[in-house]
């Protein structure tokens, strides 16, 4: 099953990523601050929506499984050490437009710790800051493998 490739690029504006719990619409949403046009995207399920820009940064995701479904788990504790970045997606990538991947998603017992699994395993080997509250986990092919977000 082929996971999501991507590029680890130098920190852009537009591809820092901060979360954000919507209580009314039970959607976690994590975005940029830059308002920008999102020409691409691709999902995983129709459970994870990523948006892109024009220079094929991820801009933009969102998560469509409401908190009540997120597993409780003590396992979600950021890395210490995170190389600061953007993730950029290849067109190959883009041309997928729906990746048939397993989702997970654990919370820390207040659920403001979060850890989203894309992919069977979680064996990343690579953490990319997108933000202070973002971190992607990345394979050791740099394949995207989930994220570390804290919703403060």
Same mark, same amino acid.
């Given at each position: 099953?082929?996971?999501? %490739?991507?590029?680890?690029?130098?920190? %852009?504006?537009g591809?820092?990523?901060?979360?954000?719990?919507?209580?009314? @619409?039970?959607? /976690?949403?994590?975005? @940029?601050?830059?308002?920008?046009? =999102?020409?691409?995207?691709?999902?995983?399920?129709?459970?994870? $929506?990523?948006?892109?820009?024009?220079?094929? $940064?991820?801009?933009?995701?969102?998560? /469509?499984?409401?908190?009540?479904? =997120? !597993?409780?788990?003590?396992?979600?504790?950021?890395? !210490?050490?995170? %190389?600061?970045?953007?993730? &950029?997606?290849?067109?190959?990538? /883009?041309?997928?437009?729906?990746?048939?991947l397993?989702?997970?998603?654990?919370?820390?017992?207040?659920?403001?710790?979060?850890?989203?699994?894309?992919?069977?395993?979680?064996?990343?080997?690579?953490?990319? &800051?997108? @933000?202070? &509250?973002?971190?992607?986990?990345?394979? &050791?092919? %740099?394949?995207l493998?989930?994220?570390?977000?804290?919703?403060?």
């Amino acid at each position: 099953m082929d996971m999501i %490739t991507v590029r680890v690029v130098p920190a %852009t504006e537009g591809g820092e990523l901060y979360p954000q719990y919507d209580r009314e @619409s039970k959607l /976690l949403e994590v975005g @940029s601050v830059v308002d920008q046009e =999102w020409p691409y995207g691709f999902d995983v399920n129709g459970t994870i $929506i990523f948006d892109v820009d024009r220079e094929h $940064i991820l801009t933009n995701f969102e998560l /469509l499984i409401p908190r009540s479904y =997120w !597993k409780e788990t003590d396992r979600v504790v950021f890395p !210490k050490v995170a %190389t600061v970045g953007s993730l &950029q997606i290849p067109v190959e990538t /883009l041309g997928r437009r729906t990746f048939n991947l397993p989702i997970g998603v654990g919370a820390c017992p207040g659920k403001n710790k979060v850890l989203v699994i894309i992919g069977h395993k979680f064996e990343p080997v690579k953490f990319v &800051q997108l @933000s202070p &509250q973002c971190i992607a986990c990345l394979t &050791q092919k %740099t394949e995207l493998n989930g994220f570390y977000l804290n919703l403060i």
